[in-house]
């Protein structure tokens, strides 16, 4: 089927080998998931130029900063980083630092020029570039690419892996959003939404699964808008036939994905989920806001009721699925009544696990330019901390109905408290810590939950 396809990808590699000398690359990565792909498909780049990535920073010849830019800590938290690095090129005069990701996309020549932080600066999209940026910074010249693409996917490249384990990784199936959620900074990072050839994220897959890989996330800012026309015979290829061919490469590999949009997260999709035991039954649904004023202001183009809607369909085609999702506290307007009607949502819906953020407000949005970020960060704090203490609460319900309960756990590492522990996960993305016995790095095993905490369960292997 993909054979043809294959081999004109192999043609379409268009890296130069432009020699990189030996150099040592140390990446650090932050923000989502996307990042830690893109970082993997940098190493790849680069390792294919010639250069070597280094696990140590003193090693390096060459530091790439991935930077995320989602809310304004975490653009803070990068900056220390890099005045701390700028601090350590003084002594040693011959390192390059090249800041890559999403905050190098916002900021692009204010990092070189007024803020003189960097020596590189290098958009998502251009990483084919880096190569030839790095030797032209190397040469005192302004090294420097932020354009964004509309078809850049790097379909081509198989990424090398960075993390710590060969059990899990993540799979790129899509680049940009076009959703535009008022707040958020990722369209301006990342461009536009277009899809990955389906052929090569599979030829992924099975290059994952014979390297010993056990469990794929495949990625995308909202996944259920991914769509493929195969331009020769005219057939669209969406989400769900993807998941199909993804879940159909091998029985014993997991499949996860994220991230869902509410809106766009049709019963076709949750039907394929239920038709195949290898796609994990787990959906992580970020609703924001349990109120439709704040929503609709928030323009994420659903209702409480539509998403009410979609986890009743859940619950219903997919029984027992683990779920989870984001919130926002403290939007432009958000009055003490809105702010319960995220209460009450949660409470209603019973989240098994969520991500909280107070609102923080980025520069050229629509929120920026059109909205007044009118709460105080007090009031955006308590409201956090309600949330917070809220799931918590719903967390501990949910892993306490676990209990006496045998789940299959992908055993990923050692336990963070005791040598003598192993960790996994369970189809719906529960954290499961086990005592070690002969087990491996890698095994699916049988665990019977004997007690849990808010945030893990604990049980027995039989
Ligand atoms: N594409 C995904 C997630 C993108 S960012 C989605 O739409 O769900 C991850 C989370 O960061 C978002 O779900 C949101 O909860 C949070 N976030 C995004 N922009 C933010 C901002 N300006 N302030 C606070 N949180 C934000
Ligand atoms: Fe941001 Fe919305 Fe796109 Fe998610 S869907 S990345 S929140 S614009
Ligand atoms: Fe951050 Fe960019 Fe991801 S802003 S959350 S690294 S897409």
Redo the contacts with the bound molecule.
Sequence with gaps: MGKNKFENLDKLKILPNTGGNGQKIYIETYG?QMNVVDSEVVAAIMTDNGFSISENLEDANIILVNTCS??ENAEQKVRQRLNDYKKYKKKDKGILIGVIGCMAERLKQKLLEEEKLVDMVIGPDAYRDLPKLVEEAGSGQQAINVLLSREETYADINPVRLGKNNVTAFVSIMRG?D?M?S????PFTRGRERSRDPYTIIREVNDLIAKGYKEVTLLG??VNSYIWENKENNRKISFASLLEMVAKTSPDLRVRYS?S?PKDMTDDVLHTMAKYDNICKNIHL?V?SGNNRVLENMRRGYTREWYMDRIRAIKKILPGCGLSS???TGFCDETEEEHKDTLSLMKWAGFDFA?M??????PN?YAERKLKDNIPDETKSRRLTKIIELQNKLSLESNKKDIGKTFEVLVEGVSRKSDERLFGRNSQNKVVVFDRGNIEIGDYVNVKITECTSATLKGIVV
């Design positions: 989502c989602i809310r959003c959703q959620c707040y958020c900074v990722v800012q909202n991230t949009h970020p924001q984001d919130f926002i991500f953020f107070k609102y923080s407000e980025r949005t």
